[in-house]
């Protein structure tokens, strides 16, 4: 239990710090290499590629769990409470559509990929290890927006309760 709480709360930061910290650190080693010992390493760019592309993905995920992901708040601001709540949650369905969507695409791109069988020029790695980048990214979004329109439609519920209780003459 400890170790699934981690996770929902911690699961993508801790990947995307991994991934930024073992990028610096292979851009680090290529820069010293080249300009040290004027050797330049065949797999270090090659790699910071990869994981920034798997940073992004994973990254977007954790921006959709701190709700930080692109919206415009001056519409929010702009409405009564309860309308702000109803544009909110509809903008997480269509987010979640899209995202879904996005998610069987990206699928049907990585069977192709693993099916041709190719390989990272300078690494040899399967490009299926980097092309499912997007269907996990993807997964965990739907996952995120899961969660939050599960809490919104829990709070909206309990506003409108609390809302209809206060209505009632006594």
């Given at each position: ?6 996770l ?8 995307c710090?991994?991934?930024?910290v073992?990028m ?15 050797a ?10 990869y ?17 930080r ?19 909110a ?6 987010f ?45 979004i739907?996952?995120?927006l899961?969660?939050?329109l ?19 003459p006594?």
């Amino acid at each position: 239990m400890k170790v699934l709480r981690f996770l929902n709360n911690h699961g993508e930061e801790t990947l995307c710090v991994i991934a930024l910290v073992a990028m610096s650190l292979a851009v680090g080693l290529q820069v010293v290499m080249r300009y040290i010992f004027e050797a330049a390493l065949s797999w270090s760019e090659e790699l910071a590629r990869y994981l920034c592309i798997w940073l992004v993905f994973v990254g977007s995920s954790f921006a959709v769990r701190k709700g930080r992901h692109i919206c415009v708040d001056a519409l929010y601001g702009a409405l009564p409470p309860k309308a702000a709540r109803c544009v909110a949650i509809t903008a997480d369905v269509i987010f979640l559509i899209f995202a879904v969507l996005v998610l069987v695409l990206g699928l049907d791109v990585l069977q192709q990929v693993a099916e041709s069988g190719q390989d990272s020029p300078a690494m040899g790695l399967q490009l299926s290890a980097i092309y499912s980048a997007l269907p996990v990214g993807f997964a965990l979004i739907c996952f995120r927006l899961l969660q939050n329109l599960y809490l919104k439609l829990r709070d909206f519920k309990a506003a409108t309760e609390e809302a209809t209780a206060t209505d009632i003459p006594t």
